[in-house]
């Protein structure tokens, strides 16, 4: 087993050492490529290291020889230091993806060998320089060949000196270097940035785990991290945030615009219609914990892992820019265009589930945009929640007054449910409901605490209270109206019941309680009883028989007192039938009941005086079809079909909320102009 891991060890060491050595042959072709002005300066150089000597030999006893001998050991390292410069200058011809590390590697010994030349060449010089004067001052010819010597090298050490400061310059050795490292971060980052995919059936959050694992790969970020370190100490990072910021803005873009972002841009007065507006709400809220939630938090952290050696207000800076590039701003802006929509109570649920959307992301928009570099997203996102809190406060505060302005409207002409009446009630249960309660109550909470008021505890009942309250007043306002008795009984019929069997078990019901709702029950009774006295109870007192057994020898007679008595019963019929076949019972329950009272007190009182009499009419001699127009089976299918509501009459339509869970269309709003029917 140790013999066959040794050999597998040598055929591996092999493969590295055929891989360096193409390596080899490779950099050896570059170097062959080398500039001229470096080569020029390879030459120099060994004549400067010779010329040193002599000079250092020469003037040995001479008072110089210590400057001498203390130039020597540097100049030295200068030479051998630009061989190093020189073969690393070659070395980083080559693409740094190819072996990112072994490439950081030579930009980092090119950057040391450069400093220690720079430094070293000075020290020689400040020296030499020395030496240079002592011999001037000394009036030596100045063809002497030790004096031109010591000159010509100190221009060459100068231009040594100088090597470091070119090489950064465009064209440079090492800003070649540093662009190839910039190339290849942005590389790097475009590989491996990829759009996010949203899933519309599972919400933001659920769209994707951010917490599972960072968008890029560990060794990628580390690889971005080596690039950054030999940058950011080069001056030049910079450069990088910039790609950084470009390419994953370009990402993040991309992530958003697949979501079909349109209706965001869409002005209030677009919209056609409040379902539109709904989906649109329900859109914008969806793709706006995704963009919070998925793309930002993940940008987020990707930048604190990639640049968490660099300062961190300078990465927080770019993060803002990605999410300006990305388009929060426009989410910003939607929710404004809502909060200007004409103040109905329809826009204070708007507003909740605009309040409720920011509410949720409240400590990630904290987290994410807490930072200087974000105010303007701070500003504009403070600005929001309080047009938002204001403007649910003011909508909701003027329920009760809104309920009372549609007094002075008319009732429905056919005694059926208003549309106001089933508007308020679902909108009040709306607003009981556990999605919009709590959202309500703090809503509320935060608006007296901006007021530095305290809060209320029953300030949200009171108010339904107030509300229901200013409905039965409006109620027994509009039956007055009606000039027809029996009608306005019926109205308030409809409308008790209504209250009763709509209310009860819901959370409006449990709110105005089970005595509240018993009363009106008990009304319903009442008026139904007196709609009964107010109009068909007329008809079985017309088919009375008083009279008739006085005149039953005198048959003719009593003919024409049953004639009388079915015509003026006929005619009666007709009327009521005639106009109460305009009118309309709302509730399927009770419009049966009700037309089977008006058959039981009617229908079986005709056929029994059609029983005893039909026979004494048709004896007359005349057509029984003048005075007898209806059979028993007759008015009961009449008067089973009366009450129907009827298709299209608003008096049947029932408002709609606009978010999600009342699904009939409104036709107009609850608002200040009175439109109670």
Request: hydrophobic content about 40%; aromatic content about 8%; charged content about 25%.
């Amino acid at each position: 087993m140790e013999e066959s891991g040794t050999f597998e060890n040598l055929l591996a060491a092999r493969r590295v050492l055929k891989s360096s050595l193409e390596k080899s042959r490779d950099l050896a072709s570059e170097i062959h490529k080398t500039g001229s002005r470096l080569q020029e300066v390879n030459q120099r150089l060994p004549s400067l290291e010779a010329a040193i000597k002599i000079i250092g030999h020469k003037c040995s006893l001479l008072e110089i020889r210590g400057h001498i001998k203390h130039a020597v050991g540097p100049a030295a390292a200068v030479v051998k230091v630009f061989d190093v410069v020189h073969g690393l200058e070659n070395l980083l011809l080559s693409n740094p993806s190819f072996d990112l590390v072994r490439y950081l590697s030579f930009v980092k010994q090119l950057e040391e060998a450069l400093r220690f030349l720079t430094d070293n060449c000075g020290l020689v010089i400040l020296w030499l320089e020395d030496v240079v004067q002592f011999l001037e001052e000394r009036k030596v010819d100045e063809d002497d060949r030790y004096l031109l010597t010591l000159r010509k090298t100190l221009k060459i050490l100068g231009e040594l000196q100088a090597m470091e400061g070119r090489s950064r310059l465009s064209g440079g050795p090492l800003f070649d270097a540093l662009e190839k490292l910039e190339t290849e971060f942005r590389h790097l980052l475009m590989e491996n940035s990829f759009p996010v995919a949203f899933s519309s059936t599972s919400g933001g959050q659920k769209a994707c785990d951010v917490s599972a694992s960072s968008p890029l790969a560990v060794p990628v970020i580390q690889k971005l991290q080596a690039i950054l370190e030999r940058t950011n100490g080069n001056d030049r990072i910079e450069s990088c945030i910039n790609i950084y910021v470009d390419v994953r803005s370009s990402n993040a873009r991309a992530t958003m615009q697949a979501l079909d972002l349109n209706y965001l841009d869409i002005s209030l007065s677009e919209f056609e219609s409040v379902q539109r507006i709904e989906e649109s709400i329900d859109l914008w809220s969806s793709h706006l914990e995704f963009a919070i939630k998925c793309v930002l938090e993940q940008e987020y952290r990707l930048y604190n892992d990639v640049f968490q050696k660099v300062e961190s207000d300078v990465w927080k800076s770019c993060f803002a820019e990605i999410a300006v590039q990305s388009g929060i701003q426009s989410f910003i802006k939607f929710g404004n265009t809502i909060t200007k929509g004409k103040k109905d109570a329809i826009k204070l649920l708007k507003l909740l589930d605009i309040f409720a959307a920011l509410n949720k992301l409240r400590f990630d928009f904290n987290r994410l945009f807490g930072g200087k570099s974000c105010a303007d997203i701070q500003t504009q996102t403070r600005d929001l929640i309080k047009k938002v809190v204001d403007g649910a406060c003011e909508i909701f505060q003027e329920l009760s007054v809104q309920v009372e302005l549609q007094r002075q409207s008319t009732p429905p002409p056919d005694g059926s449910v208003p549309r106001l009446l089933t508007f308020i009630t679902d909108y009040c249960n709306q607003l009981l409901e556990d999605d919009y309660r709590p959202i309500l109550i703090q809503v509320l909470e935060i608006h007296q605490s901006w007021n530095r008021k305290e809060f209320e505890e029953g300030i949200l009942s009171n108010e339904i209270h107030k509300i229901m309250r200013g409905i039965e007043l409006n109620l027994d306002t509009w039956a007055n109206r009606y000039e027809n008795t029996a009608l306005s009984c019926l109205f308030m019929m409809n409308n008790h019941w209504y209250l009763f069997k709509n209310l009860k078990g819901t959370k409006l019901g449990d709110l105005v309680g089970d005595s509240w709702l018993r009363r009106h029950e008990q009304y319903t009774e009442y008026y139904a009883a007196v709609y009964f006295k107010e109009s068909w109870a007329k008809l079985p007192s017309l088919l009375s028989e008083e009279g008739l057994i006085l005149f039953s020898d005198g048959r003719s007679v009593a003919r024409d007192l049953v004639k009388k008595r079915l015509k003026a019963f006929r005619d009666v019929f007709d009327e009521i039938y005639q106009e109460q076949s305009e009118w309309v019972v709302s509730d399927k329950s009770l419009r049966v009941k009700t037309c089977q009272n008006v058959v039981e007190m009617i229908v079986p009182v005709y056929r029994k005086f059609m029983g005893n009499y039909m026979p004494l009419v048709e004896q007359g001699g005349t057509s029984p079809n003048k005075y007898v127009k209806y059979t028993g089976e007759n008015l009961e299918n009449m008067m089973g079909s009366l009450l129907q509501p009827k298709l299209g009459k608003f008096g049947n339509t029932k408002c709609t909320h606009l978010i999600g869970k009342i699904k009939n269309v409104v036709t107009s709003h609850f608002s200040s102009t009175p439109a109670a029917a």
